[in-house]
């Protein structure tokens, strides 16, 4: 009995078949350490989470256009997620926008094809979760910004600004879009502007609606429903702080958001949202610290006093706020020395220093930003982070 010969395998197949397995091999490990490797672009924004973590956004060195969001702790990088890229990333005098509310990271970022978009990712893993609030229609080069700040994340509904100044027929003012915390819309909506140029733009979350100015000082109410109320006028500002809803020269109160409370304020010129206060102009010609509660003043300084710079918006500020020449201590009047930003959480930052305000300082060579989280205060040269504890100051 004879054996049939064996079936010989051909040398090209063998080569073949290791071919594939090499590369199938340099694939995995590519993908590994694309996927844990750190990243170390450019820093681009930080912002704490206030439990001794900081979340980073960097651009991408080799993947240049992508932009790395991270959570970092001690130095370490704990998860890192690549974005196709964010707002405000590029467009001078803006930043990018990201939040840390609760166990989740918000951050205003763009998709493949550029348009805008909120995603939504766990604060401890890094996983995603859901994207929304795309505008229905958006320049080739993106909306222009709002205002000052255009998310808002409540108990219950998500709010989205787009745009708010013309640049083109379709788009004559601002779209708000409302969602829930699962990413579901509730209500999109387009503002109608008048003629513009008469306010600065400006949004204020308040009860269960969002409150717009827009660039005409018509402000509007705009319920998670969709529903839309022009209930004033605020050519002098938009806050909502100590319990009511400051519109214009009127502090309103919550059960009247149409009406107001009586109690008038002086024109607003900057807004404490935490502390119940405001930078206004009194009867008496001054620049003074109000309070919201009861409309009394504390300190102040007259007009002729002031520099022309001095009479610009204070903008959000937390306790202390520069006007002109001079920084105020909100809580009691009093002026501060020095010179520089002042940067929340008591902070002055004037070149490659960081003073706190009534304390001691350090100096970071390539000071870009510095955040404050309560305990410690976060700076970066764009990119090393530093953290220092504020009792070392």
């Not at 960097?58 to 990088?77: A, D, K, T």
């Amino acid at each position: 009995m004879t054996t049939a010969p064996r079936a010989r395998h051909k040398g090209r197949r063998v080569a073949v078949g290791l071919v594939f397995a090499l590369v199938a091999i340099a694939a995995s490990l590519l993908t590994a350490w694309f996927l844990t490797r750190e990243p170390s672009g450019p820093i681009v924004a930080l912002v704490p989470t206030g439990d001794g973590r900081v979340i980073l956004l960097r651009r991408g060195y080799e993947e240049r256009g992508y932009v790395h969001l991270m959570l970092s702790s001690e130095n370490l990088m704990q998860w890192s997620e690549a974005l196709f890229g964010v707002e405000g990333l590029d467009t001078a005098g803006d930043e990018p926008t990201v939040q840390v509310v609760g166990d989740r990271v918000y951050v205003r970022a763009r998709e493949a094809r550029g348009h805008s978009e909120l995603h939504v990712f766990t604060l401890d893993e890094g996983r995603f979760l859901w994207r929304g609030g795309r505008p229905t229609e958006e320049a080739p080069d993106g909306l222009p910004r709002f205002g000052e700040q255009t998310l808002f994340v409540g108990d219950e509904v998500v709010w989205l600004v787009h745009g708010g100044a013309e640049y083109d027929d379709r788009a004559p003012g601002p779209q708000v879009i409302a969602l829930d915390l699962e990413g579901e819309e509730l209500a999109r909506v387009s503002l109608e502007v008048g003629e513009p140029g008469q306010a600065t733009a400006d949004a204020a979350m308040f009860g269960d609606a969002l409150y717009v100015l827009t660039e005409d000082g018509v402000v509007h109410r705009v319920s998670s429903s969709g529903e839309v109320t022009q209930v004033g006028v605020g050519m002098a500002g938009l806050c909502a702080t100590g319990g009511a809803l400051v519109i214009g020269h009127r502090r309103w109160v919550p059960g009247q958001p149409s009406g107001e409370a009586g109690l008038e304020i002086g024109p607003m010129r900057g807004c404490d949202p935490d502390g119940g206060r405001v930078v206004a102009i009194t009867l008496g010609d001054e620049v003074a610290v109000q309070r919201v509660e009861d409309g009394a003043f504390v300190g102040g300084v007259p007009l002729a006093g002031l520099s022309p710079e001095g009479l610009e918006s204070a903008g959000r500020f937390d306790r202390y706020v520069r006007l002109g020449d001079s920084v105020w201590d909100t809580t009691d009047g009093s002026v501060v020395e020095g010179e520089g930003e002042v940067v929340p959480g008591g902070w002055m930052v004037s070149g490659d220093t960081v003073r706190r305000i009534g304390g001691g300082e350090k100096r970071l060579p390539g000071l870009q930003a510095v955040r404050d989280d309560g305990e410690r205060v976060w700076a970066h040269d764009g990119q090393d982070v530093v953290v220092w504890r504020r009792d070392a100051f």
